[in-house]
């Protein structure tokens, strides 16, 4: 096994090496079309001129205008040859100084050929005759014999790069033979490996068909638990239906039963409320104690449902927004007196940390209301006296005037990690006993959260147990919906939930 993947590595070394080779000749031929091109294209200068001259001669002899043809072609084809030498001696220096002198010489041969024109057109064609045999033919000579130098010295470059292409394909030849003869004797060591692989492949084909009934009674077996399955994710789903759509009508039933909810409970509440102001006075301490019993269990009910009927009517879509300009401040200081009353019985300091200036923003003032009573509300209830409820309003950091969110910290009992992701939900609270403790249907937050969903805003919680809680309502777009001017506070439109 080991004297294999040697000879196999060799095999590839030696493959690698001819490849090499193979490509080196490759490179070498194309240098070598590439000296015959440019030799091609040189000598094509040089017959470009040569034409010139010789129409131009046939002119001055004949006098017959068209015999300057060569010379206009010439003219037109020299800049393309030379273009054409420029970009193929790129890289030789020595060459790129002959061409330049090659097309020196050669403008100006064919400005002098241009030129003997015009003398035989004004001063006649004698003239312009005993002209060329003079200056022009000095011009001509240097011109060929510049056009020679550059031949020579890519002929010689030819002659290296044909060398060396012969080389590179005696050692492609010679790489490609040692290939072959590892190739043979790799051939041999295979054709022992798999007439051995084969005897192994047979012993393996029979235990596959020992084991092959046993396999298709496991498949069998297995189709019948993933039709079970199915059967049961079906079930699952139409329960899910249901589900939702019960679900679905409990919402509108008790978004539609707010009205014959609330007011039989607002009659016994004001009912009870004027029976208590005992204006004849016949009601003794007693029974004034069990009316102030009835009026504030029955504001406690009437605060529940309301609750259930807020948080229903969001979920039945039946909610809208009215958007305007708001101002954060106002609404965060309004909100703290609001709840004042409250912390200073419970022995809690409020407080509101409000960037000055600050941009207004454009949302739902008495939802966002509802939303920072019910945060508010709950700081201070799970806040013990002594402690502290700050209502923070947070500003980006690109425009510090522009609000992005707001914060409601408390120094309360915390909630505990494994509570967090489930206080949003309906009828939950921080922990089992909170409810024995503080009381509280637990639905403020689920309608906090509804609220702000429908707001698009976001609301998040962070806590630690004993230390207190940080909620977090950050605004859309990071307070992209600020921004806009406040000269005109009366601008509203609605959008459906």
Known sequence: MLGFGVTLAILIGVMAYARARVIAVDVATEWVDHTHRVIETIAAVRTQVADAQVGQRAYLLTGDRGQLAPYRAAVRGVDTSLAQLHALMAGDAVQQRRLDTVQALSYEVLAELGKLTEVAETRGRGVAVGAMRGESDSLVRQFQAATARMSAGERKLLVERAERQVRERQAARIAVVIGAIIIFFLAIAAAVRVRSALEVRARAEAERDAHATALALQSREVEAQNQEL????????????????????????????????????????????????????????????????????????????????????????????????????????????????????????????????????????????????????????????????????????????????????????????????????????????????????????????????????????????????????????????????????????????
């Open 230 to 497: 199915v059967a049961q994710g079906e079930a699952l789903r139409r329960a899910t239906d249901q589900a939702e759509s019960a679900n679905a009508a409990k919402s509108v039933f008790l978004a539609q039963m707010s009205h014959e909810l609330r007011t039989p409970l607002n009659s016994v509440i004001g009912f009870a409320n004027i029976v208590r102001r005992n204006p004849r006075g016949v009601l003794n301490a007693t029974e004034l104690t069990y009316l102030e019993r009835i009026a504030e269990n029955g504001q406690q009910l009437l605060h529940t449902i309301n609750s259930i009927l807020d948080l229903s009517k969001i979920e039945a879509e039946q909610e809208s927004v009215e958007l305007e300009m708001v101002s954060l401040d106002a609404v965060v200081r309004d909100v703290l007196a609001q709840l004042e009353p409250q912390a200073a019985v419970g022995g809690v300091e409020v407080l509101a940390e409000l960037p000055a200036p600050l941009a207004a923003v454009v949302t739902d003032t008495e939802k966002l209301r509802r939303v920072l009573i019910n945060l508010v509300a709950n700081a201070v209830k799970f806040t013990r006296p002594g402690g502290r409820v700050v209502v923070r309003v947070e500003t980006g950091a690109r425009s510090p005037t522009t609000p992005v969110a707001i914060s409601v910290e408390d120094t309360g009992i915390g909630i505990a990690p494994d509570r967090l992701a489930l206080i949003f939900e309906a009828f939950e609270q921080g922990d089992v006993g909170v409810n024995r403790e503080y009381g509280g249907t637990g639905l403020g937050l689920s309608i906090s959260r509804a609220l702000c969903r429908l707001l698009q805003c976001e609301l998040t919680v962070s806590s630690t147990v004993g230390t207190g809680s940080v909620f977090r309502v950050a605004l859309p777009l990071d307070g992209a919906l600020a921004s806009l001017p406040t000269a005109d506070p009366t601008r509203r439109r609605s959008l459906s939930s």
